[in-house]
């Protein structure tokens, strides 16, 4: 019988114009004519360690009956990998990543929509405090929706021009920092927030020192742009645990969530949603660019970014290298609008997932 369902799939593969391979273990047993191009060495039989190299390490750490989703960013490719349970083989789709939209595109669009925001923030310290003195009981709550919307306008802005600002690269402003003390105070800014969307935040910061080069202002962006999600995707009462623990000469951030976990049909999606024309089957996935542009950030650090999701939640992996940089530091070209404005990024970067009473306006000053 297992051999009839082998031959099935094997078949299956043969006829698919997608790159997959089917593993027994860390043996492939079957490979598409696609993922034999990406991968020459994909021949049945192979070792997983002999196909993929230096990232067998993300394969062998899949867990059956979860899913994975890690980009392999070679020279000669840059491919999304993504790792499911296929009864009791494992399947790899693999994806090469594409340019989602054009850079002038996204920089268009970016401008766009900061010009009518800049006329709405310069109306809206005006308008703010006729709405909390109007008798009308729903007047505080309708300000507040105001406040958060504008922040989320902001927050899409500011990714929009940076995504295509760093479409060929990204430049980092570095400095060497110790993971854990910077991951507590950003953990102690945003703990409040995060409270206030009925959730609990725990933390495992492995003690001692972790020395590694990073640019604060974008990593930061990274790792609440993480929370965010975690926020999102998590009911009221659960928990979201960030953890940081050194493993040899690398660092590993780890978000955790108790949401729903993500569809393994869903997963290959997660750095190209935004080039898919179908609708989105769930809104709280936003426009699409925060994962990816997370990605470029932790890819500029020389890093790898990693999702592990099953029913029972989601979790996501970025890993650092703590040798320290030694080639040269350049500025960061682009900074969120908000920021150069004085608002506190921590509340940019995570409006989309806070209920509307965080933004309460007799609360945060515009």
């Not at 306008?153 to 479409?167: I, K, V």
């Not at 703590?322 to 970067?349: A, F, M, Q, W, Y």
Request: proline letters at 5%.
């Amino acid at each position: 019988m297992a051999d009839t369902i082998l031959e099935t799939m094997r078949e299956m593969l043969r006829v698919t114009p997608a790159a997959r391979m089917l593993f027994s273990g860390q043996t492939l047993v079957a490979a598409s004519a696609a993922a034999i191009r990406l991968f020459p060495l994909a021949s049945e039989g192979a070792q997983a360690d002999e196909i993929f190299g230096g990232w067998a390490e993300q394969f062998r750490s899949y867990v059956p009956g979860s899913s994975l989703l890690f980009s392999i960013t070679e020279p000669e490719l840059h491919c999304d990998v993504t790792m499911t349970d296929c009864g009791a083989y494992t399947l790899v789709s693999l994806e090469p990543e594409r340019e989602q939209l054009g850079i002038q595109t996204l920089q268009a669009i970016a401008d766009r929509l900061r010009q009518p925001m800049a006329s709405v923030m310069a109306v809206t310290p005006k308008l703010l405090p006729l709405l909390e003195e109007s008798a009308e009981p729903l007047a505080m709550d309708w300000a507040a929706s105001l406040n958060k919307n504008l922040y989320s306008m902001m927050r899409t802005a500011g990714n929009l021009r940076l995504y295509g600002d760093t479409s060929t690269g990204m430049a980092l402003q570095t400095s060497r920092v110790d993971l854990a003390a910077w991951l507590e105070s950003l953990l102690d800014r945003a703990e409040p927030l995060i409270r206030e969307a009925g959730l609990s935040l725990v933390r495992e910061i492995e003690p001692g020192s972790c020395l590694c080069e990073i640019d604060r202002e974008r990593m930061e962006q990274a790792v609440l742009n993480l929370l965010s999600n975690a926020i999102k995707f998590s009911k009221a009462g659960k928990e979201i645990r960030v953890c940081l623990r050194r493993k040899g000469q690398r660092a590993e951030i780890a978000v955790r969530d108790q949401g729903c976990g993500i569809p393994p049909d869903q997963m290959g999606l997660i750095f190209s949603r935004s080039e898919h024309r179908d609708p989105i089957p769930d809104p709280r996935w936003g426009v699409g660019f925060g994962l990816p542009l997370t990605r470029r950030i932790v890819q500029a650090h020389g890093g790898q970014l990693m999702l592990e999701s099953r029913e029972t939640g989601t979790s996501v992996f970025v890993a650092l290298n703590l040798r320290e940089r030694k080639d040269h530091i350049l500025r960061t070209p682009v900074k969120t609008p908000v920021c150069e404005n004085g608002i506190d990024s921590v509340l940019l970067e995570l409006a989309d997932a806070l209920p509307d009473r965080v933004f309460d306006t007799r609360e945060i000053d515009l």
